[in-house]
């Protein structure tokens, strides 16, 4: 058996298996360690705290199940990659809970991203994967025979929350803020597309989940299926959940079949940044992929 952790800057995941893979735990908790700090390129005291409960309470599964400490593996993204005081925040997760977290780069993070996703979704043509974090969004152009481009940016939720999310429901002049700030950020990807042409939009769990799961609770009143690791997503369900989404407060968006409080706020930018997407590089499909870098670093460990 081994543990997989995942240490976003909004999220912690974690994934236990067997020896067969099969899955035994698998759970998302709220640590939001970018929060307050992620702009400053800290880790703030509080985040440290929320980091380690969450830590603490993985560690409690874990025990649970008898795992060694040489088979969990542990991998940090954008908030700890970005941070000043990163070392102080490891030593002190190793010191409280006793996991060695291995800080990834970007790059290494959309290899491992696309190695989950290949697990869920087919890939024939063009696509560009887009996983959605709090700290970085990661792009990966590929095809059936693999990664053909790849790149991560730190424009991820919570650094775009703490720059133009400023009234609920945010203005129009915040939007407008926001795209023309990830046009000059993304000019890469632009390249990147003019080069490849990509006509499908893979989206990594995360915010494309949420997306998901409020398409199946409009179109069939239940959630996703449990066993469902993959899906064509309709483009014109993206563009009614983005109006839907961008009209309603917070109170509203929670009050949506599907939604969960995890990713109430951020997913107002998140669809900002898909939009845009979408509409600059014509871009006229979309699947989703439950599968992202957890299931990458699951692939990465098999012995």
Same mark, same amino acid.
């Given at each position: 058996?081994?543990?997989?952790?995942?240490?976003?800057?909004?999220?912690?995941?974690?994934?236990?298996? !067997?020896?067969?893979?099969?899955?035994? =735990?698998?759970?998302?908790?709220?640590?939001? @360690?970018?929060?307050?700090?992620?702009?400053?390129?800290?880790?703030?005291?509080?985040?440290?705290?929320?980091?380690?409960?969450?830590?603490?309470?993985?560690?409690?599964?874990?025990?649970?199940? %008898?795992?060694?400490? !040489?088979?969990?593996?542990?991998?940090?993204?954008?908030?700890?990659?970005?941070?000043?005081?990163?070392?102080? #925040?490891?030593?002190?997760?190793? *010191?409280? #809970?006793?996991?060695?977290?291995?800080?990834?780069?970007?790059?290494?993070?959309?290899?491992?991203? /696309?190695?989950?996703?290949?697990?869920?979704?087919?890939?024939?043509?063009?696509? =560009?994967?887009?996983?959605?974090?709090?700290?970085?969004?990661?792009?990966?152009?590929?095809?059936?025979?693999? @990664?053909?481009?790849?790149?991560?940016?730190?424009?991820?939720?919570?650094?775009?929350?703490?720059?133009?999310?400023?009234?609920?429901? @945010?203005?129009?002049?915040?939007?407008?803020?926001?795209?023309?700030?990830?046009?000059?950020?993304?000019?890469?990807?632009? !390249?990147?597309?003019?080069?490849?042409?990509?006509?499908?939009?893979? %989206?990594?769990?995360?915010?494309?989940?949420?997306?998901?799961?409020? /398409?199946?609770?409009?179109?069939?009143?239940?959630?996703?299926?449990?066993?469902?690791?993959?899906?064509?997503?309709?483009? &014109?369900?993206?563009?009614?959940?983005? &109006?839907?989404?961008?009209?309603? !407060?917070?109170?509203?968006? =929670?009050?949506?079949?599907?939604?969960?409080?995890?990713?109430?706020?951020?997913?107002?930018?998140?669809?900002?940044?898909?939009?845009?997407?979408?509409?600059?590089?014509?871009?006229? *499909?979309?699947? #989703?992929?439950?599968?992202?870098?957890?299931?990458?670093?699951?692939?990465?460990?098999?012995?």
């Amino acid at each position: 058996m081994r543990a997989i952790i995942d240490l976003g800057t909004n999220t912690f995941h974690l994934l236990i298996v !067997n020896d067969k893979d099969e899955v035994l =735990l698998k759970i998302s908790n709220a640590a939001k @360690i970018g929060m307050g700090g992620i702009q400053k390129g800290i880790i703030t005291p509080e985040g440290i705290e929320r980091a380690l409960k969450v830590l603490k309470e993985f560690k409690e599964e874990i025990t649970k199940f %008898g795992i060694e400490t !040489n088979q969990i593996f542990a991998f940090g993204t954008s908030a700890l990659r970005s941070a000043s005081n990163k070392q102080e #925040v490891l030593d002190v997760i190793k *010191k409280e #809970v006793d996991i060695e977290v291995q800080v990834i780069s970007g790059e290494r993070e959309a290899e491992l991203i /696309y190695d989950g996703v290949k697990q869920a979704v087919t890939i024939s043509e063009p696509s =560009l994967i887009i996983d959605i974090g709090g700290g970085s969004v990661e792009f990966i152009i590929c095809n059936h025979g693999g @990664i053909l481009w790849k790149q991560s940016f730190e424009i991820g939720g919570q650094r775009l929350m703490d720059m133009f999310y400023k009234s609920d429901p @945010i203005s129009h002049n915040s939007i407008e803020k926001l795209t023309d700030y990830v046009r000059e950020k993304l000019l890469p990807l632009a !390249n990147a597309c003019h080069q490849y042409s990509p006509t499908t939009i893979v %989206g990594s769990s995360g915010s494309f989940d949420t997306l998901n799961s409020m /398409y199946y609770y409009e179109e069939t009143g239940e959630g996703v299926p449990v066993d469902l690791t993959g899906n064509d997503y309709p483009i &014109e369900a993206f563009y009614k959940a983005y &109006e839907k989404l961008l009209t309603k !407060n917070r109170e509203e968006r =929670l009050a949506i079949p599907g939604m969960v409080e995890l990713r109430v706020d951020m997913i107002v930018v998140a669809v900002c940044l898909i939009k845009y997407i979408l509409q600059t590089f014509n871009i006229s *499909k979309i699947k #989703v992929s439950k599968f992202a870098m957890k299931e990458g670093i699951l692939l990465l460990t098999k012995s």
